[in-house]
């Protein structure tokens, strides 16, 4: 009788499960191919485990989207409101914002619209920037529009970035739209990148704008 095969030493190898891993594998499908591409299945695919394993630690889509928001969130600088006057520490936290959901543009839909109750992350940015509304004398009722104002542009100046060159490339329609051939001319010619130029011109005026029309000395 031939003696069995000795058993190896240690555990069998297996995936471990964590949630970070399991965020940073679902934030990757998601920026690669879109909401649509984030199942548990596929998820649980490029996790190398059964999708049975990865409901012992998430219990939804809805609860790994929020993990996805909080992880995204982290990298949105905030510091800014302890270092700079209200009108530049918001210049600087948009920009930061921006700068991060541009890398992540396939979120931008879904994050926009996912309650924040559960993720604390965020919650904790927007009670930051609250906190320096507040203290800066904006009106209780402004805090929240201001916010959502300034979000919807960082969101859509986001979504820009990924515009083609050639986006306003007037080709055969230039003898009727000379004006806009001409501004389309002059502003290649400054050498800036239309994307960032646009944003800054943008986030300025907006700054501006929403500290006064939102102040209580108004």
């Not at 909401?35 to 059964?50: D, I």
């Not at 924040?116 to 965020?122: G, L």
């Not at 920037?129 to 960082?154: G, H, K, N």
């Amino acid at each position: 009788m031939s003696e069995a095969a000795p058993r190896r030493a240690g555990r069998p190898r297996k995936a471990i499960l964590d949630r970070e891993r399991i965020t940073l594998h679902a934030l990757e499908l998601v920026s690669v191919d879109g909401y649509e591409a984030l199942t548990m299945q596929r998820l649980a695919k490029s996790l190398g485990v059964a999708a049975s394993a990865l409901y012992n630690h998430v219990s939804s889509k809805q609860d790994l989207l929020q993990w996805i928001q909080e992880l995204v969130m982290t990298e949105v600088d905030t510091s800014v409101f302890d270092r700079e006057p209200l009108s530049e520490a918001l210049i600087q936290w948009a920009t930061s914002y921006r700068d991060v959901f541009a890398q992540h543009i396939p979120l931008i839909p879904v994050i926009a619209v996912l309650p924040v109750s559960d993720s604390p992350r965020t919650l904790n940015m927007y009670e930051r920037v609250a906190q320096s509304l507040r203290t800066a004398e904006l009106r209780d009722e402004a805090i929240v529009p201001t916010i959502v104002a300034l979000e919807s542009f960082i969101f859509g100046s986001a979504m820009d970035t990924a515009a083609p060159h050639d986006i306003f490339e007037t080709r055969n329609h230039k003898d009727a739209t000379p004006n806009f051939t001409q501004a389309v001319s002059d502003q290649r010619a400054t050498g800036l990148n239309t994307s960032d130029d646009s944003f800054q011109r943008g986030l300025y005026a907006l700054v501006a704008g929403l500290l006064a029309t939102g102040s209580k000395n108004e």
